[in-house]
């Protein structure tokens, strides 16, 4: 079975924390995505990736950046957190255009 | 830009029919996912189509109309389980072919 992991279920931070949410994959996708997830917004993409050191925008960049060093690997960054981040972000891979996602981490800034 | 619309809510009774559907405009179009959520777990794959009809999968059916930007998830012989968010994804021409997701629809079956 594909298993996306996420480092951590929920967090809480203070504004203008520097907050670092990890996901691995463990099915050598080429693919990952990173998704935000609010009530009344569904999910929206906030940046993607389709190669190592590969990163484009997705819908919703704003305040966030990423990285992808190693293959299994995507880090989504917030540089400096804001009450407006608080949300439920979900990390995703896939193949053939099917996507996996991770359990969320749910993050609170207070 | 991407524009897709599902109803926001739906009850139906146990052993029903229900029927979600989904319009879409998309700028470059793949395919598209239906999801199922339940709440405070993550998103899980349902069915993809690609051409345009009807793809059968047990007691989920879910249908495609290229032409009309439209799709519907059918669920039949409905189960309490299947209370849950069901999300309609068109899938985007580009790298990485990504999803870009609706809003959801929230399905409650009843007794």
């Known amino acids: 079975d594909v298993k996306v992991t996420q480092s951590s279920r929920y967090l809480v931070k203070r504004t203008g924390e520097k907050v670092f949410l990890e996901c691995v994959q463990d099915m050598d996708h080429e693919n990952m995505f990173w998704y935000r997830q609010d009530p009344g917004l569904g999910l929206r993409l906030i940046y993607f990736?389709?190669?190592?050191?590969?990163?484009e925008k997705g819908d919703i960049p704003e305040g966030y950046s990423v990285s992808r060093e190693k293959k299994e690997r995507f880090s989504l960054i917030l540089e400096s957190a804001s009450t407006n981040q608080t949300s439920m972000y979900l990390c995703?891979?896939?193949?053939?255009?099917?996507?996996?996602f991770g359990e969320g981490s749910r993050l609170t800034v207070l | 830009g991407q524009n897709i619309d599902q109803p926001t809510e739906m009850t139906a009774t146990e052993g029903a029919i229900v029927q979600i559907n989904c319009t879409y405009q998309?700028?470059?179009?793949?395919?598209l996912f239906w999801y199922q959520q339940h709440a405070g777990e993550a998103p899980t794959f349902l069915s993809y189509?690609?051409?345009?009809g009807l793809e059968e999968k047990g007691r989920f059916s879910s249908f495609l109309s290229r032409s009309k930007g439209y799709s519907y998830l059918l669920l039949k012989e409905l189960q309490m389980k299947d209370s849950a968010s069901y999300l309609c994804?068109?899938?985007?021409?580009?790298?990485?072919?990504?999803?870009?997701f609706g809003t959801g629809t929230q399905l409650k079956v009843e007794l």
């Open positions: 994804a068109p899938s985007l021409t580009g790298g990485g072919n990504k999803l870009t």
């Open positions: 990736s389709y190669d190592v050191k590969m990163k």
């Open positions: 189509n690609v051409l345009d």
């Open positions: 995703a891979s896939s193949y053939d255009g099917e996507l996996f």
């Open positions: 998309t700028s470059g179009f793949n395919g």
